[in-house]
């Protein structure tokens, strides 16, 4: 059972573009969500981070948005850069006694062409 | 800066091998803990410790042995190497709760 999922495996966009990671979850106990990008043969990096008591977040040209109602997060980059190109993973952990794990999608593949 | 190592990048093991992935992290973080990555099933968790000698199952523990004996190293044995195991392993730390820290990872391939 999968609790959080990232429906599309690639984004292509052009640089200069807006890129939109869509992620969706199912546990309603997940109250932090995260995003990390991931280049090939290295470990993944952390990248931009919401709690469920805020909508967005932003950091330079990343924004998080959450709705909670939907069970659905974004990630916007903006403008898009060919240095952006990577895997990214969206991951979400909960309140309770793990609450220190976290539970990731199955990542989203975005390309940036020059 | 926070830093996670692991102790290679590369390798290579024959079927039936015992392997050792060993990870030190010098953040003095509680939790610790041992993925894999495999293309089109993202990362799943095999062992996590949230403090020395303990140690839980992740999602995907079979096969998988591990060790925290002092706070800032966890190794991941593999008692008998398979090829099923060949894979992308990646250990992370973090603090009670949240940001994980990620080492560079280990492409191990059993032959």
């Known amino acids: 059972d999968q609790q959080v999922k990232q429906n599309s495996p690639s984004l292509s966009v052009q640089e200069g573009r807006i890129s939109i990671l869509n992620c969706d979850y199912t546990?309603?106990?997940?109250?932090?969500f995260l995003w990390y990008k991931k280049y090939p043969a290295e470990g993944p990096t952390f990248l931009i981070s919401?709690?469920?008591?805020?909508d967005k977040n932003e950091d330079g040209r990343f924004t998080v948005f959450l709705n909670k109602s939907a069970k659905h997060l974004s990630l916007h980059i903006v403008p898009s850069q060919p240095g952006d190109s990577a895997v990214y993973f969206c991951?979400?952990?909960?309140?309770?006694?793990?609450?220190?794990?976290?539970?990731f999608g199955k990542g989203t593949l975005l390309t940036v062409n020059p | 800066d926070v830093k996670v190592t692991q102790s290679s990048r590369y390798l290579v093991k024959r079927t039936g091998e015992k392997v050792f992935l060993e990870c030190v992290q010098d953040?003095?973080?509680?939790?610790m803990f041992w993925y894999r990555q495999d293309p089109g099933l993202g990362l799943r968790l095999i062992y996590f410790?949230?403090?020395?000698?303990?140690?839980e199952k992740g999602d995907i523990p079979e096969g998988y042995s591990v060790s925290r004996e002092k706070k800032e190293r966890f190794s991941l044995i593999l008692e008998s190497a398979s090829t099923n195991q060949t894979s992308m392993y990646l250990c992370?730390?973090?603090?009670?709760?949240?940001?994980?820290?990620f080492g560079p990872g280990t492409r191990l391939t059993v032959l």
């Open positions: 992370a730390s973090s603090l009670r709760t949240g940001k994980q820290y």
């Open positions: 546990n309603s106990m997940f109250d932090y």
């Open positions: 919401i709690s469920s008591i805020k």
């Open positions: 991951a979400a952990s909960g309140s309770g006694g793990s609450n220190y794990k976290l539970t």
């Open positions: 953040m003095d973080h509680e939790n």
């Open positions: 410790s949230y403090d020395v000698k303990m140690k």
